[in-house]
């Protein structure tokens, strides 16, 4: 099955200055790759997603890259705020037999943004 | 757009209780609804996948007897954790996959339910 590797698991930056969070994934089929921002007590929200098929997408101060090749994407966050504190996790989807999707989860990194 | 909301927020309940938790897509019909069991601290783990109308799919060491899925309609899933012990406090996740959206494969997750079984 997939397996989704995460690090930083904890990363505390300057207010203003940029995060960047690495993952790689196992399985080459998959093809979705999204970003979730948890905050304490609250389920994931989305907030930027990659398929295979594109290399990089950007939205305001959050980006993410894709490489394929080596099986690894980053999400990259610019000029950082507080309220960007919060686990973020990456995950990897791909569609198994039987037709169900399946998502795994990296293991999350708490950002801390120190005002 | 894209909501989902879950009851109850939060519960707790006596060891050997059953207890129901239910995932409403609010806006658009979910074909497929996922439910997630996160520790604290902890990544999320998939349970089970269900499809409407149709049974679920369960991971690889989740015990469907003991957590039971329906999927009854296009907007609602219950998760029902029979027979709670201590060790099955944790925080139970759903999310919802849009229908309309096709195989473009975004789900929206809901706000999660705080389980505590004593």
């Known amino acids: 099955g997939e397996n989704v590797e995460q690090h930083p698991s904890t990363l505390s930056v300057q207010e203003g200055d940029s995060a960047v969070i690495k993952c790689t994934y196992s399985d080459s089929a998959s093809n979705y790759f999204p970003w979730y921002k948890q905050e304490l007590g609250k389920g994931p929200q989305l907030i930027i997603d990659i398929r295979s098929n594109v290399g990089e997408k950007k939205d305001q101060r959050i980006a993410v890259t894709l490489n394929k090749t080596a099986k690894h994407f980053s999400l990259h966050i610019t000029e950082t705020q507080p309220e960007d504190s919060a686990v973020y996790f990456c995950a990897a989807s791909n569609w198994l037999s039987g037709g169900y999707q399946k998502v795994t989860f990296g293991i999350g990194t708490k950002l801390q943004v120190i005002p | 757009g894209a909501v989902v909301s879950q009851h109850p927020s939060w519960v707790i309940c006596k060891s050997g209780t059953s207890v129901k938790i239910e995932c409403r897509s609010l806006d658009f019909q979910a074909t497929t609804m996922f439910w997630y069991r996160q520790f604290p601290k902890q990544s999320l783990m998939l349970m089970a996948t269900s499809n409407e109308g149709s049974k679920a799919t369960y991971e690889q060491g989740v015990e469907k007897d003991k957590f039971l899925i329906n999927h009854a309609s296009l907007t609602l899933s219950t998760l029902t954790v029979t027979s709670a012990h201590p060790e099955d406090s944790s925080f139970y996740i759903c999310?919802?996959?849009?229908?309309?959206?096709?195989?473009?494969?975004?789900?929206?997750f809901g706000p999660g339910t705080r389980l505590t079984v004593t």
């Open positions: 999310s919802a996959r849009d229908g309309k959206q096709g195989d473009n494969g975004e789900q929206y």
